[in-house]
Antibody, heavy 117, light 106 residues
Framework: QVQVQESGPGLVKPSGTLSLTCTVS?????????WSWIRQPPGKGLEWLGE???????NYSPSLRSRVTMSLDKSKNQFSLKLNSVTAADTAVYYC??????????WGQGILVSVSS | EIVLTQSPATLSLSPGERATLSCRAS??????LAWYQQKPGQAPRLLIY???RRATDIAARFSGSGSGTDFTLTISSLEPEDFAVYYC????????FGGGTKVEIK
């Protein structure tokens, strides 16, 4: 059974960089799928941030492309998200997920990241 | 960007009733339309992918239909655990989600 789990700081200062890691179990990060990050501001809907493939290719949401970087660590079976120049608008629950058949399954439990001084 | 518009925003129904949720796309999404269920404090759970294919372990009372720009998620007979928020998602052009439909107990 494939599982994914987010980890990282729950609090980031304004103008700083948000950094999260997703640990994958039950599947290899090098399998033939894309790995994505999705976020959800409190009480709001879902926003896709981008995706990364084990070959190193990455696609980012046009609205966040200038601030997002994704990478992966094959040795640890992990992939990561960096979002720089954060503001309060970046406060959200951040999810990692596997993309399969043009859909997302499974999702991690999510991690709340607050942007505040 | 493909905009997905879900309606209604809220659906008030009783257990045992049929729920019909709509998702309309601003342009064709081909077969790349999925549906998710989200309960408070939980991550979304994949219900339907490729318009009408049920994900693993999803009950048969959930079904998806539609084509092009108009899609429907139907719950044939609501169970108590089905009261939640439902999102549609497309993968035809980048990825976008609809704003969600809340199915609440009447």
């Amino acid at each position: 059974q494939v599982q994914v789990q987010e980890s990282g700081p729950g609090l980031v200062k304004p103008s700083g960089t948000l950094s999260l890691t997703c640990t994958v179990s039950g599947d290899a990060i090098t399998s033939n799928v894309w790995w994505s990050w999705i976020r959800q501001p409190p009480g709001k809907g879902l926003e896709w941030l981008g995706e990364i493939y084990h070959g190193g290719s990455a696609n980012y949401s046009p609205s966040l492309r200038s601030r997002v970087t994704m990478s992966l660590d094959k040795s640890k079976n992990q992939f990561s998200l960096k979002l720089n120049s954060v503001t309060a608008a970046d406060t959200a629950v951040y999810y990692c997920a596997r993309e399969i058949q043009a859909a997302f399954d499974p999702w991690g439990q999510g991690i709340l990241v607050s942007v505040s001084s | 960007e493909i905009v997905l518009t879900q309606s209604p925003a809220t659906l008030s129904l009783s257990p045992g009733e049929r729920a019909t949720l709509s998702c309309r796309a601003s342009q064709s999404v081909g077969d790349y339309l999925a549906w998710y269920q989200q309960k408070p404090g939980q991550a979304p759970r994949l219900l339907i992918y490729d318009i009408s294919r049920r994900a693993t372990d999803i009950a048969a009372r959930f079904s998806g239909s539609g084509s092009g720009t108009d899609f429907t998620l139907t719950i044939s007979s609501l169970e108590p655990e089905d009261f939640a928020v439902y999102y549609c998602q497309q993968r035809r052009n980048w990825v976008t989600f609809g704003g969600g439909t809340k199915v609440e107990i009447k």
